[in-house]
């Protein structure tokens, strides 16, 4: 098979490569929320399979990191199920993380920890998510995603947590998103029209959106703590990820930071 110009770009433009080298470009560019590009294609490894990977992109402000996975996608659709009831939410399961000697104490301690902190970042929660094209004898796509990202996000965080110690000790916090030049759809439905003996809704409202949050329980290898009922460990075992159409990155991540109120309780008060 002869190749030119054309049949190249072809094969190149069918990766997702591009789309990942523009998104660095436009935020390292932009630097929106004084986010900072702090590395790309950073090799993780999960310690219980053994399973490796790349983590597209890490932005930095401050303690907090932004864990980025870009996702391009051809004539696809995701579509959110929001109950009709449900407002905009400020909460995130993220992880955190802290390294350093507790006051008081004389050894150096490491704590990581998936806890729900209030944010600046406001936008719609959703469960459920369908794929335009998917089976429902499919794995779901944005679940896989998502796990594979929040075990990146595991892997990183261990690494951290290994790097030469501060003397005032160390505090991390990491936010799962993934950039997609998907359209994002929501839609709105009220539970008494779904036929029970079909599972088919009569009627449903659609937006098209530019970020949500997407909280369920997900792939997760950092050891949740001791529970007495099932219904609290379901609770702590959410995770939060963010899900970003890919034109309006610079506005929602310029959005994401840990919420700075004295009445919103962050876990690691009166560690440093």
């Known amino acids: ?72 996608t051809t004539d696809a659709t995701w579509i959110f199920l929001i109950p009709e009831n449900q407002g905009d939410t400020n909460r995130a399961r993220l992880l955190w993380t802290f390294e350093g000697i507790i006051p008081g104490g004389t050894f150096r301690k490491k704590t990581s920890e998936w806890y729900d902190f209030a944010t600046n970042a406001i936008s719609l929660e959703a469960l459920f998510c369908i794929v335009r094209g998917q089976g429902e004898n499919d794995s779901p796509m944005l679940e896989r995603l998502s796990s594979s990202l929040l075990r990146s996000i595991e892997s990183l965080a261990s690494e951290e947590l290994e790097y030469a110690p501060k003397p005032s000790g160390s505090i991390h916090v990491y936010w799962p998103v993934i950039i997609t030049n998907t359209r994002l759809f929501i839609c709105r439905y009220d539970p008494d029209k779904i036929d029970i003996s079909t599972g088919h809704l009569s009627d449903a409202s659609f937006d098209e959106i530019p970020s949500i949050r997407f909280r369920k329980n997900l792939s997760s290898s950092v050891q949740a703590k001791q529970y007495s009922e099932l219904g609290q460990a379901n609770l702590d075992y959410e995770r939060t990820v963010f899900v970003v159409n890919s034109n309006h990155i610079l506005t929602v991540l310029g959005q994401m930071k840990i919420l700075n109120d004295i009445r919103m309780p962050v876990p690691w008060q009166g560690l440093l």
């Not at 470009?25 to 399973?51: C, L, M, Q, T, Y």
């Open 1 to 72: 098979m002869s190749e030119n110009n054309e049949s190249l770009l072809n094969v190149i433009n069918k990766s997702g490569f591009l789309f990942q080298a523009r998104l660095e470009k436009e935020i390292k560019s932009a630097r929106p929320g004084n986010w900072e590009p702090i590395a790309h294609e950073h090799r993780w490894v999960d310690p219980f399979d053994g399973k490796e990977g790349f983590i597209d992109l890490i932005l930095e402000y401050g303690i907090d990191r932004i864990v980025i996975e870009c996702k391009k």
